[in-house]
């Protein structure tokens, strides 16, 4: 990348471009999150189950996000191996109230870092621990420890607690994201 | 633990103190918030302390104390009410108690039995001091003798197991005053859909008694739609069908007999009969797989045919299906006494999952938010949930299937005119054709018998079993002719006694034959050893036929010999070339 380009993101006269993959299980929240990003026009009031996936766009400090909003039902979740080429980072939501299937969201993380095409790259990973307001919900550092985040030393992760009604905790994730993908984009 | 591939661990709670059993177990969205709840009617100690609590997730979320020990917990849709949440039946004793949103709403009597007259009067008579507590004892325990324990009240039941005079008199004293009533248990429970096959359509009640009764019973009114009777008590019940429409129930009784019940039918059709008493019945598609306490795997068909039957290694402790929609399999798991459950595809073993305890009940189903969960209670208390991964599959890997011969059709030809005349005929003279088949086969045997007896008293048989001479003899001839040799072997089969004084003759037609040596004298015979006297015989006939030769073995001057061989002689070669 040349000085000039450098100068002219700096300045932030172009953006850029990223793509993310939002996956988790079902009912952890995905479509609640991204749908905290969309403009207040563009908002849904009612968050329905999403079937196959949904594409969603948002910005967030001058890098445009595009957000593959995947079903986290089960008999979707081999979609979800589709995308693993063509993105730029990953968006894990756990219901950390649902400490039923944490065992299953780290079945599904297990086999998703353990996939060719995620396992030798440095893709940045953000996990939220989302619905942080259920009183049942255990703290993000249980959250941590139940999917056997310590385990990832090749990738950059971080995980933060969220509540993606009201929005808690989201920009500050998103932030960290998009400081990791504006890393690897000035490579 | 060792850890299986194709589940995963969900909850482990060694501590739950949960005592049941798998008919006390039933998972349901009793909220309507898409998240399936576990309901458990715990035992308590097994005398006090019953409760019936509700597991959402991982927590306990409420409990309710019953009055009686559980026998089943079933949930059904009673109404058309939104949100379509169902009702909790819980079955106790006599009564069915209904909850619905986790609150008491109803309860269900079973009707009472008869009382006995006689037990009856002796009951009035004590309530007005007719009769002392001895003499009402004295005339219980004879009615029990003629009418048997369970044809008696409880209070009878109660009062004749009284140990003593004045815990007797006291049971007496407390209970004279009330009227008695004769009640039945229910022994288990099951559900009906009534007109509508869909998951949440309304369900009848189908309950099992100990008066070995089968009822079902109407989801609003709660009156008892249906009354059917069985030869036995029932255990175990596997509903399918519409109540309206048609249904099928087959019951597992305690008497190891499977009867069926269609609609329209008041008494239990004798279906299948087990080798022993079942531990579990369960129904998928049109097949019935029974667990036997005789660590057996049973499958029969809807007739009662049986298909299989595998023996199992151990003892099993309870059953349960596995639906996998997602697969679209229906598996069986088998919890047995050495900590282990195993599943079944059929009658092959897929897979095996190691508890730290023994599984004393089960329930598959949707669990919160997950499909294929499988919840274990162990039998010191502990809780275990296991998820079943989504990458899961049960092939069939062995190949101990029936094997390749098994498969080919057999060339069976078509039956003749001839063959069916000749069924016909046998079909309709068995009895003559069996006559004289006997007749004949008596014949031969006297004629055997008699000729046996012969050979015996002239000694004509080539081996001597007398007490004092057992000799074996075996004679050859060797050659072509005209000349041949004759080879006679005689042994001593006495352990120790030899043989002294013997002699081998040779006896034929002078015509026929000339003998070299038609007497040779044997040395002594040493048990054991094998004697070998030979000697020259010439064809003289010049007519070209062979004749019989016989040797005699004589002792001393005996005029009976010991052994006789008969040798038929071979046709001499020149001749037949001649």
Not at chain 1, 59 to 67: I, M, P, S
Not at chain 2, 549 to 576: C, D, H, Q, W
Request: proline share 4%.
């Amino acid at each position: 990348m040349g000085v000039f380009d450098k100068l002219v993101f700096a300045l932030g006269l172009k953006k850029r471009e990223a793509s993310v993959l939002v996956i988790g299980l079902d009912n952890s929240g995905k479509s609640t999150m991204l749908n905290h990003f969309k403009s207040e026009d563009q908002k849904s009031t009612e968050i329905v189950p999403t079937v196959g996936f949904n594409v969603e766009k948002f910005k967030a400090r001058n890098v445009g996000f595009t957000a593959f909003d995947m079903s986290g039902q089960g008999r979707y979740r081999s979609l979800w191996e589709h995308y693993y080429h063509d993105c730029q980072g990953v968006i894990f939501v756990v219901d950390s109230s649902d400490k039923l299937r944490l065992v299953v969201a780290k079945d599904e993380l297990d086999m998703f870092l353990q996939h060719p095409e995620i396992r030798t790259r440095r893709l940045p990973i953000l996990f939220f621990a989302n619905k942080m307001d259920v009183r049942e919900a255990v703290s993000s550092v249980k959250v941590s420890a139940a999917l056997g985040l310590e385990r990832i030393t090749n990738k950059p992760w971080h995980i933060t607690a969220s509540n993606a009604i009201t929005g808690d905790g989201l920009h500050e994730g998103v932030e960290w994201l998009t400081n990791q993908i504006k890393e690897n984009l000035n490579k | 633990m060792a850890d299986n591939e194709r589940w995963l661990t969900a909850h482990h709670d060694p501590l739950a103190a949960l005592y049941t059993f798998s008919s006390c177990m039933a998972l349901a969205d009793l909220h309507g918030d898409g998240e399936a709840k576990l309901i458990i009617a715990d035992l308590g100690t097994g005398a006090y302390n019953m409760k019936l609590k509700v597991y959402k997730g991982t927590n306990l979320m409420s409990e309710n104390t019953l009055i009686d020990l559980p026998t089943g917990v079933i949930t059904f849709h009673m109404d058309t009410t939104e949100p379509r949440v169902p009702a909790v039946a819980v079955a106790s004793g006599s009564y069915i108690y209904i909850y619905k949103n986790l609150r008491p709403y109803f309860k269900f009597t079973l009707p009472t039995l008869e009382v006995n007259p006689a037990e009856f009067d002796a009951w009035g008579q004590a309530r007005d001091d007719l009769l002392d507590v001895s003499m009402l004892y004295e005339i219980l325990d004879s009615l029990r003798q003629e009418v048997g324990e369970c044809g008696l009240t409880t209070r009878s039941q109660r009062f004749l197991m009284c140990p003593d005079h004045t815990s007797q008199t006291a049971f007496l004293d407390q209970h004279k005053g009330f009227i008695l009533k004769r009640q039945t248990v229910v022994t288990c429970v099951s559900t009906l859909k009534k007109s509508h096959s869909e998951d949440d359509a309304i369900s009848c009640l189908v309950l099992g008694t100990e008066s070995a009764n089968i009822f079902i019973l109407d989801p609003e009114a709660f009156t008892i739609l249906n009354s059917m009777s069985l030869p036995s008590v029932p255990v175990f019940l596997s509903v399918t069908g519409l109540y309206d429409v048609e249904y099928r129930i087959i019951v597992a009784c305690r008497n190891g007999q499977i009867y069926t019940l269609k609609r329209g039918t008041k008494i239990g059709r004798p279906t299948a009969e087990l080798t022993s008493q079942p531990v579990g019945l369960i129904r998928r598609d049109k097949t019935v797989i029974v667990a036997t306490m005789d660590h057996h795997l049973h499958s029969f068909n809807n007739k009662g045919k049986r298909l299989w039957c595998i023996k199992l290694p151990g003892a099993v402790l309870c059953l349960e299906c596995l639906e996998l929609r997602t697969l679209s399999l229906t598996l069986v798991a088998l919890a047995l006494a050495d900590n282990r459950v195993l599943i079944y595809r059929d009658k092959h073993l897929v897979d095996t999952i190691h508890t730290e305890d023994r599984v004393s009940a089960m329930r598959f189903g949707r669990f919160g938010r997950e499909d294929n969960t499988l919840v274990l209670v162990l039998k010191g208390g502990g809780l275990v949930v296991k998820i079943l991964k989504r990458t899961a599959r049960f092939d069939i890997q062995d190949a101990d299937g029936p094997s390749q011969g098994q498969v080919v059709k057999l060339n069976i030809p078509k039956k003749t005119k001839l063959f069916v005349d000749q069924t016909m005929r046998e079909r309709e003279n068995c009895v003559l054709m069996h006559r004289v088949f006997q007749h004949d086969l008596y014949r031969l045997r006297l004629s055997t018998a008699r000729s046996y007896v012969q050979a015996l008293e002239t000694s004509s048989n080539p081996i001597s079993l007398s007490q004092t001479e057992p000799l074996k003899l075996s004679a050859q001839v060797l050659g072509l002719g005209p000349t041949f040799k004759l080879r006679v072997e005689l042994q001593n089969t006495s352990p120790s006694c030899p043989s002294l004084h013997l002699a081998v003759i040779f006896h034929c037609d002078d015509r026929v034959y000339s003998v070299n040596k038609s007497y040779i004298q044997i040395p002594i015979l040493v048990p054991g050893i094998i004697h070998v006297a030979e000697t020259l015989l010439t064809c003289v006939s010049e007519l070209g036929i062979s004749d019989t030769v016989r040797v005699f073995v004589v002792k001393g001057k005996s005029s009976r010999p010991l052994l006789t061989a008969v040798i038929n002689m071979p046709v001499a070669e020149v001749f037949m070339a001649a």
